[in-house]
């Protein structure tokens, strides 16, 4: 649901508002997206097998997420050279909606989580 959400999304956006910056606006999609699917994959996956690890695999992740954004930032707009307005408009955007859908996510595999272990 995130990938064709965020994908429509761009679609839509560029094609009627800025079809010249395509490149720019998916490039700033891209990594919050893959980024948010992985983090909501992660949290899955830790929630089923080890709860107990869940915190501990945040922390780690959330590093990790500090230094792969600021080095695909680095090289989106300056080795690639993508006009950098359209691509920090696009990133902060699919950045902080993606965040919130996360934590939409979490607090449904939360909500279950707790309650298959308060019947056990």
């Known amino acids: ?7 429509a999304t761009w679609g839509l956006f560029t094609a009627f508002l800025m079809p010249e910056a395509a490149t720019a606006t998916f490039l700033g999609m ?3 997206l893959v ?9 899955e996956h830790t929630a089923r097998t080890d709860l107990e690890r869940l915190t501990a695999s945040l922390a780690v992740a959330f590093f990790a997420k500090v230094l792969f954004y600021g080095g695909y930032v680095g090289v ?9 307005i359209p691509f920090v408009a696009s990133f902060t955007a699919y950045f902080v ?3 919130f859908t996360e934590a939409l996510c979490f ?4 909500t279950g989580t707790g309650q298959s272990a308060a019947s056990h």
Do not use: D, R, S, Y
């Open 1 to 7: 649901m995130l990938v064709v959400g965020c994908v």
């Open 35 to 43: 980024v948010g699917v992985g983090t909501v994959l992660l949290v």
């Open 97 to 99: 909606v993606l965040q």
């Open 30 to 32: 891209l990594a919050p």
């Open 76 to 84: 989106v707009v300056g080795l690639l050279k993508v006009e950098p």
């Open 107 to 110: 607090k449904t595999i939360f």
